[in-house]
């Protein structure tokens, strides 16, 4: 059973940047395809950013692409987001998720608690 846990979120000032951790447990990241996923009150979730097992491979939305930078860290099992210059419209709850197949293409299997990043103008 993969068990994941988030943290480094918080509130910010637009402009500001934060990185969010996630810490997996039970499965090697290695072997792994990681996403972070938000949902702000009201809307849809979304997927953020993926990573392939191999991290050669990541997708972005296209909300967050050039200011987001999702990598992993294998030797410590885990999963981060660089997010920079925020915005007011990225407060939401982030949610870290995973699975042994895509979550690009299918729902993960697997989901943090989520931690809550909130962006002030």
């Known amino acids: 059973q993969v068990q994941l846990v988030e943290s480094g979120g918080g509130s910010v000032q637009a402009g500001g940047s934060l990185r969010l951790s996630c810490a997996a447990s039970?499965?090697?990241?290695?072997?792994?395809?990681m996403g972070w996923f938000r949902q702000a009150p009201g809307k849809e979730r979304e997927r953020v950013a993926s990573?392939?097992?191999?991290?050669?491979?990541?997708t972005y939305a296209d909300s967050v692409k050039g200011r987001f930078t999702i990598s992993k860290d294998n030797a410590k099992n885990t999963l981060y987001l660089q997010m920079d210059s925020l915005k007011p419209e990225d407060t939401a709850m982030y949610y870290c998720?995973?699975?042994?197949?895509?979550?690009?293409?299918?729902?993960?299997?697997?989901w943090g608690q989520g931690t809550q990043v909130t962006v002030s103008s």
């Open positions: 039970g499965y090697t990241t290695a072997g792994l395809y």
């Open positions: 998720a995973a699975d042994t197949t895509s979550v690009v293409s299918a729902t993960p299997r697997y």
């Open positions: 990573l392939s097992t191999t991290g050669g491979f990541t």
